[in-house]
């Protein structure tokens, strides 16, 4: 999933000021390139605090903008998300009640008041950033943008569950801390690539955090998942092939029960590129299917040897269904900082090397 993150902030870094009315910060023209942004994107998210304050229903109301959403086979309006703590929503917002898109809360307790008019997603502790994401990439979504409030902004930046920023500055609007509201203020971090432009009399910064390796992903995926069809079929476990990229550029791959009746495919290529002699450290690897993170045949899960060897970057084309277990492999390596990316374009084959478990 690709993430961006979108704000405009006034002169001195506040989002909105303390009255009770939404302060406008945005510029007609700056407006209008949000409203593009946001119909480039699948799902758009704002915190509950948002909901509450300003009551948006986040619509695309441009009927050129729904034309070409559907002319891309999808609906006219982005999926919504909303993230509370609180669980203090009332199902008579407008995020509800307006449009045709589908809706998901992130609580820490149930809503039952909202089972009717969304998701309510649940979590078992804490609600991270890269809970949100491997969700809502288990439904589908390829993109999210995140527009705010500051908690939500500052999450996803402190977790690096964040592709782009773009930050809208008005130059001509001051608040101060007598009317300033919610203040939030981006360093662009070193090495991020970022472009400055005036929209409309606003200064507008747009930052790539991390690059697009779409192109380079789906190559070395494309091998792992044909891997997965060498292995012989389990009754007890998925065919999965899998590949270790070092940051020098050699490959090792490997699939399920490949020389163990007890290996999986990223144990049988980690193990190839040790026995090279390689340090696996800052390593990529890519696998058909979401590395376990809980196993009964060994005491160490594909999850649990990654992160102890260091990889930077984990590529998988398929969510592990809940046939065996209730897998938590891409959460757990995401909230350890691990970049994760999903692809399934390419789970059909994964599918089909596993056609002997559906």
Not at 23 to 34: C, K, N, Q, R
Not at 196 to 201: A, K, L, N, R, Y
Request: net charge negative; proline share 5%.
């Amino acid at each position: 999933m690709r993430v961006t993150l979108s704000f405009a902030t006034t002169a001195d870094g506040y989002l909105d000021d303390n009255g009770p009315e939404r302060l406008v910060i945005s510029t007609p023209g700056d407006w209008e390139a949000v409203l593009r942004l946001r119909a480039a994107h699948d799902t758009i998210l704002v915190g509950a605090e948002t909901l509450r304050r300003d009551n948006p229903a986040l619509l695309l109301r441009d009927p050129a903008v729904r034309e070409l959403r559907r002319a891309r086979g999808v609906r006219p309006d982005l999926a919504k998300v909303t993230v509370t703590r609180s669980g203090g929503l009332s199902p008579a917002m407008r995020f509800f009640t307006e449009g045709d898109a589908d809706r998901y809360v992130f609580s820490q307790t149930e809503i039952t008041e909202l089972k009717d008019v969304a998701e309510v997603i649940s979590t078992d502790g804490s609600i991270t950033a890269a809970g949100i994401v491997t969700e809502l990439e288990k439904r589908g979504i390829d993109s999210l943008l995140v527009e705010g409030g500051a908690r939500i902004l500052a999450m996803f930046l402190a977790e690096g569950m964040a592709d782009e920023v773009r930050r809208a500055v008005n130059p001509r609007l001051t608040l101060g801390p007598e009317r300033g509201g919610a203040r939030f203020v981006f360093t662009p971090p070193p090495g991020a690539e970022c472009r400055h432009e005036e929209v409309d009399g606003m200064e507008v910064t747009t930052c790539t955090l991390r690059p697009d390796t779409s192109a380079e992903d789906l190559g070395y995926l494309a091998q792992a998942v044909a891997a997965g069809r060498l292995c012989t079929p389990s009754a007890t476990s998925y065919c999965v092939g899998a590949v270790v990229v070092l940051p020098d550029g050699r490959t090792f791959t490997g699939h399920t029960h490949e020389t163990s009746p007890t290996h999986h495919a990223e144990q049988e290529a980690i193990r190839k590129a040790l026995d090279a002699g390689a340090d696996l450290r800052g390593a990529a690897i890519y696998s058909s299917m979401e590395p376990c993170s809980q196993r009964s045949s060994e005491p160490e899960s594909c999850t649990q040897l990654i992160l102890r060897h260091g990889f930077s970057r984990v590529v998988f084309a398929l969510y592990e269904p809940d046939r065996f277990v209730r897998c938590r492999g891409a959460r757990t390596l995401r909230e350890a900082g691990v970049e994760v990316r999903v692809y399934p374009s390419l789970a059909g084959g994964v599918r089909e090397a596993n056609a002997h478990l559906q």
